[in-house]
T-cell receptor, first 111, second 118 residues
C-alpha cells in the first residue's frame, strides 16, 4: 500500500530564505508523487508531479522537488520565499488510481 | 474548461436534515473523487468512481453517507441524517486515467463545499 509522511505540520521561514518542506513516501510500486498547495478557502492546486521521468521536477511559482529513491523522499524546495507562498502544502502519492495525501505542512513566511 | 465545479460553496444545516453536495467534473475525466477535510483528520478519501461506477467506498464513514454518479458530468454526495461531526470541507476532484500501472495524471480539485451542521 502507498502512503506519504510529511515531517513538520508547521514551518516558518523569513522572506527571501530557503523553503524546505519534507515528504517521505512508501510504495510497493514505482511511485507517482505530487505536491499540491492550498490557499485559504480554496481547493488544492497542483504545484508539480513526478512520474518517473527526470528526478528533479520543476513546478509553478519557483518550486521544485527532487525524487530520491534511496531515501524514499520527495522534498519540496524554493530558493527564496515570498509572502505569497504562505499556504498549506500537501504531498501525495498515487496508488491504484486514487490519491493518498499527507497531513499537510502549513508554511508561514515572516517579513 | 471551467474546472471542477462544486455547489453550494457553503451550507449550514440543522442536525437531522438531509444535505446534498454536488459536483461537475472536468469534461473527459473518467475518475471522480470525494474527499473530506477536517483539522483533526486532514484530507480523507471518501469514495471514488471510474466511468460512473463506484470503485472504492471504504472511506465512507457510515451508512448516513451515500454518493452517486448518474452520468459522466454529475455526482452527488448525500448525508442523511446530518450530524454536527459531519461539519467539514468536502472536496470533489477529477482526473483522467493516464498511463502506467496506476495512472500518471494529477487530480484537479473543486473549490470545496464548507458544511456546517448545527
Amino acid at each position: 500500500a502507498q502512503s506519504v509522511t510529511q515531517l513538520g505540520s508547521h514551518v516558518s521561514v523569513s522572506e527571501g530564505a530557503l523553503v524546505l518542506l519534507r515528504c517521505n513516501y512508501s510504495s510497493s510500486v514505482p511511485p507517482y508523487l505530487f505536491w499540491y498547495v492550498q490557499y485559504p478557502n480554496q481547493g488544492l492546486q497542483l504545484l508539480l508531479k513526478y512520474t518517473s521521468a527526470a528526478t528533479l521536477v520543476k513546478g509553478i511559482n519557483g518550486f521544485e522537488a527532487e525524487f530520491k529513491k534511496s531515501e524514499t523522499s520527495f522534498h519540496l524546495t524554493k530558493p527564496s520565499a515570498h509572502m505569497s507562498d504562505a499556504a498549506e502544502y500537501f504531498c501525495a502519492v498515487k496508488g491504484t488510481y486514487k490519491y493518498i495525501f499527507g497531513t499537510g505542512t502549513r508554511l508561514k513566511v515572516l517579513a | 474548461d471551467a474546472g471542477v465545479i462544486q455547489s453550494p460553496r457553503h451550507e449550514v444545516t440543522e442536525m437531522g436534515q438531509e444535505v446534498t453536495l454536488r459536483c461537475k467534473p472536468i469534461s473527459g475525466h473518467d475518475y471522480l473523487f470525494w474527499y473530506r477535510q477536517t483539522m483533526m483528520r486532514g484530507l480523507e478519501l471518501l469514495i471514488y468512481f471510474n466511468n460512473n461506477v463506484p470503485i472504492d467506498d471504504s472511506g465512507m464513514p457510515e451508512d448516513r453517507f451515500s454518493a452517486k454518479m448518474p452520468n459522466a458530468s454529475f455526482s452527488t454526495l448525500k448525508i442523511q441524517p446530518s450530524e454536527p461531526r459531519d461539519s467539514a470541507v468536502y472536496f470533489c476532484a477529477s482526473s483522467s486515467g493516464g498511463l502506467g500501472e496506476v495512472g500518471d495524471t494529477e487530480a484537479f480539485f473543486g473549490q470545496g463545499t464548507r458544511l456546517t451542521v448545527v
